[in-house]
């Protein structure tokens, strides 16, 4: 499983849009790149997954360079509620165990 | 959505008792199920991996006979934490996945033990 590096905290403001870049140099041909949030005594909840370039659903985009040894997860407009600790995590969707870092902590304030 | 729920979500013993927590896919038949731990501040930790009808597969440092996992459905995994003691106190968070959903880790609740 790749190692992942990110940011252990990240402040913001209401409304305002939050980039969290994570490294994964060693990422492997097969990877693909998942962010889940987590919220205090809850389990984390995915957020979004990709492989290349850049996704986008409902929630956050991701943006995935041509040489994929980083991401990065866009929230755009955050709120108070956005505040959680997202985790970023890279395997092959054929491995079923997640590793987990220790996540970035996001705290948005009014 | 895939729901996976557990139960209890709270739960305070004593020390030496044990204590099973059930964990359940609700809308989904769970190829594989997986058993974390989180202490206060930190990240999850992947103690086991569970599949339905076989022997759950540990990973390095858990005590396989401390933490009794039982897969007996594709619904249904259970932890059992026998004889436990304070230093168990943690958060415990299954989770569970199906090839059907690109395996995809859907996460239940969590529960919050607490040793006396």
């Known amino acids: 499983l790749a190692k992942t590096t990110q940011p252990i905290s990240m402040d913001s403001y209401e409304g305002q849009e939050v980039n969290i870049t994570c490294s994964h140099n060693?990422?492997?041909?097969?990877?693909?790149i998942t962010w889940y949030q987590q919220f205090p005594s809850q389990g984390p909840r995915f957020i979004i997954q990709?492989?290349?370039t850049k996704v986008t659903n409902e929630v956050a985009s991701l943006f995935i360079p041509a040489d994929r040894k980083s991401s990065t997860l866009s929230l755009p407009r955050v709120s108070l509620s956005d505040t959680a600790v997202y985790y970023c995590?890279?395997?092959?969707?054929?491995?079923?165990?997640?590793?987990f870092g220790a996540g970035t902590t996001v705290t948005v304030r009014a | 959505g895939a729901v996976v729920s557990q139960h209890p979500s709270r739960v305070i013993c004593k020390s030496g008792t044990s204590v099973k927590i059930e964990c359940r896919s609700l809308?989904?038949?769970?190829?594989?199920m997986f058993w974390y731990r989180q202490f206060p501040k930190k990240s999850l930790m992947l103690m086991a991996t569970?599949?339905?009808?076989?022997?759950?597969?540990?990973e390095q440092g858990v005590e396989k006979d401390k933490f009794l996992i039982n897969h007996a459905s594709l619904t249904l995994s259970t932890l059992t934490v026998t004889s436990a003691h304070p230093e168990d106190s943690s958060f415990y968070i299954c989770?569970?996945?199906?090839?059907?959903?690109?395996?995809?880790?859907?996460f239940g609740p969590g529960t919050r033990l607490t040793v006396l």
């Open positions: 989770s569970a996945t199906t090839y059907l959903t690109n395996n995809e880790q859907f």
């Open positions: 569970s599949n339905e009808g076989s022997k759950a597969t540990y």
């Open positions: 809308d989904f038949q769970a190829t594989t």
């Open positions: 990709g492989y290349k």
């Open positions: 060693n990422i492997a041909t097969n990877d693909y």
């Open positions: 995590l890279v395997g092959d969707s054929n491995d079923y165990k997640l590793s």
